[in-house]
């Protein structure tokens, strides 16, 4: 291995920033959805969002993104005190937004590509990284079909890998798993854990089992403004497994929080 590319893996992603909304106000068509909101989300931790279709969830992850416009909302959202970086955030939408032309292996280095790293003298070392966890991913005999060859399930395993691949501090993950049958989805999220260790993550879910098997904060969104009631998780550490009574109390107690306040998921 040359020099440069031992200084190119030595590159260090900066550690996780805190995240901090304040007073943050977010109106959509004339709908308040947040009204001065204050929250302090946990470092280097995923924090997973609960919520009924339509309560905000998505506009949250948006928010953290900086992608909502500048007049639609008011407050702050702080990253370690100051407003949001770029490359600080990387984000894996509900779409999969893989682009039909590219392989598997393109789509989730399109990243580097869009940075222009493909010219860079390292491609050899990203697009070996990028093949050895699409390997990971189950997608081994894949690599070079285009997206209109996979099922919705591998499609969603190679945006996992580009979002995996962008190497942020910060990211968020809008129902990454939902298209994965039982058993993959076990396997993705023991494979996103691993990855997105001491990574400050937002996840979005429709599932309390799956909140509560990756959790080390869980937050339930209801109403409307948003009112964000945290749910504290058994004190094991993630990645939860099996049906132990405690886990199976706050299993319930997350359902019954969302029913009692008219919340059907
Ligand atoms: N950019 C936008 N385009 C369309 N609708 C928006 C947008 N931003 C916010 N909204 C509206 O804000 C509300 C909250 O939407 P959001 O997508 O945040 O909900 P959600 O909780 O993520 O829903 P789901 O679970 O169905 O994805 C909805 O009424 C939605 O129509």
Not at 59 to 84: N, V, W
Not at 94 to 105: E, H, T
Not at 244 to 259: P, T, V
Request: aromatic letters at 6%; proline letters at 6%; a neutral charge.
């Amino acid at each position: 291995m040359t020099s440069h590319e031992k200084a190119l893996l030595a590159i260090k992603v900066p550690p996780a920033p805190t995240i901090q909304f304040r007073n943050f106000s977010f109106s959509y068509k004339g709908q308040l959805l947040f009204d001065r909101l204050d929250l302090d989300l946990a470092t280097g931790c995923w924090n997973l969002l609960l919520g009924r279709s339509g309560v905000g969830k998505t506009s949250l992850l948006r928010a953290l993104a900086g992608l909502l416009p500048d007049t639609s909302y008011s407050g702050e959202i702080l990253f370690d005190g100051k407003k949001l970086v770029s490359d600080q955030v990387s984000w894996m939408t509900q779409d999969d937004l893989l682009l039909p032309w590219l392989s598997v292996v393109e789509n989730s280095l399109l990243g580097n590509r869009l940075r222009a790293w493909s010219r860079s003298p390292f491609p050899i070392i990203a697009r070996n990284k990028a093949e050895n966890l699409l390997r990971a991913l189950g997608l081994g005999e894949h690599l070079h079909k285009r997206p209109a060859e996979l099922s919705g399930g591998m499609r969603q395993r190679v945006a996992l890998a580009r979002t995996l691949l962008e190497d942020r501090p910060v990211v968020l993950l809008d129902e990454p798993f939902s298209a994965l049958d039982a058993l993959t989805r076990s396997e993705m999220q023991d494979l996103a854990f691993e990855q997105l260790m001491h990574k400050t993550v937002i996840m979005i879910t429709h599932d309390p089992r799956e909140a509560l098997r990756l959790g080390h904060d869980i937050y339930l969104l209801k109403g409307s403004p948003v009112q964000l009631t945290r749910v504290s998780p058994p004190e094991t550490v993630p990645l939860r497994s099996g049906f132990s009574s405690e886990l199976q109390w706050c299993e319930n107690r997350i359902i019954a929080e969302l029913s009692l306040a008219g919340e059907i998921m």
